[in-house]
């Protein structure tokens, strides 16, 4: 499977989210934001990090930059995006994906590792885990509070476009396993088709015991299923 990462000024997940990709046997190449052209792709990343310092607002100037124009085409065509912390949020500023990802709601910057439930297993991103599966996966965002209008609320619930909630080590679903505010506990979500994921959580990094878990594998297993 090929797989396309775009690289931003101020990524610093895009080798992250490639070295897990090689991992997994992808055939991977790096896109650099100024490009106007991507190479042929079964999935594109947009990946973690501060684009551009998160100037003006946290993923609205890379959801400008010349490659996004095609990343709106292949995504529009049917092609596979994940937008994984950052990319979730310039996903959300192409208007890819509904909603908007607001200051976490302590108003500090959140580095650690939280407990999701799988959501919705039927999709091609999911299907390698089980439904309701708790996954303890790293989080590093300053706004990951998710918010979107009550009509899209809806629509996200009754088409069962929620991918992930967070919740406890018990898959208790409160707000107290809620780290930023995130409206519903959204972790992540999918657009219509299901052929886009925007997700706060970093599966990236949860891919070797050694230094963390293997929560994440099943994502990019998923994938290639």
């Known amino acids: 499977m090929k797989s396309s990462v775009i690289v ?6 895009d080798r992250d989210i490639a070295v897990a990709l090689e ?8 896109v650099w934001h100024k490009e106007t052209k991507l190479p042929q792709s079964d999935l594109i990343v947009v990946p973690g ?25 292949k995504a529009n065509s049917g092609c596979l995006i994940l937008g994984i912390c950052n990319g979730f949020q310039i996903l959300t500023e192409t ?21 999701i439930k799988v959501a919705n297993n039927d999709t091609k991103f999911t299907n390698k885990y089980k439904n309701e ?14 918010f979107t ?8 619930e009754k088409e069962k476009l929620i991918a992930f909630k ?11 396993s809620n780290p930023n505010g995130s409206l519903k506990n959204i972790a992540g979500i999918f657009n219509s088709k299901k052929n886009i994921l925007g997700m706060m959580p970093h599966p990236e990094r949860m891919i070797d015991e050694i230094i963390s878990n293997k929560d994440g594998i099943n994502l990019f297993s998923s994938l290639l299923n």
Do not use: W
């Not at 908007?100 to 590792?113: A, S, V």
């Not at 967070?166 to 107290?176: H, M, R």
């Open 8 to 13: 931003f000024p101020g990524s610093n997940c």
């Open 23 to 30: 991992k997994m046997q992808f055939k991977n190449q790096m």
């Open 49 to 73: 990090g501060f684009s551009y310092g998160d100037y003006l607002r946290s993923g609205a100037i890379a959801g400008k930059s010349l490659i996004i124009e095609e990343v709106i085409k």
């Open 95 to 115: 208007g890819l994906l509904k909603g908007t990802l607001l200051r976490n709601k302590n108003l500090k910057f959140i580095n650690k590792d939280v407990h």
């Open 133 to 146: 599966q708790i996954l303890k996966i790293n989080i590093a965002h300053n706004e990951g509070n998710y």
């Open 149 to 156: 209008a009550s009509n899209h609320l809806e629509e996200l």
């Open 166 to 176: 967070y919740c406890d080590e018990t898959g208790n679903i409160n707000e107290n």
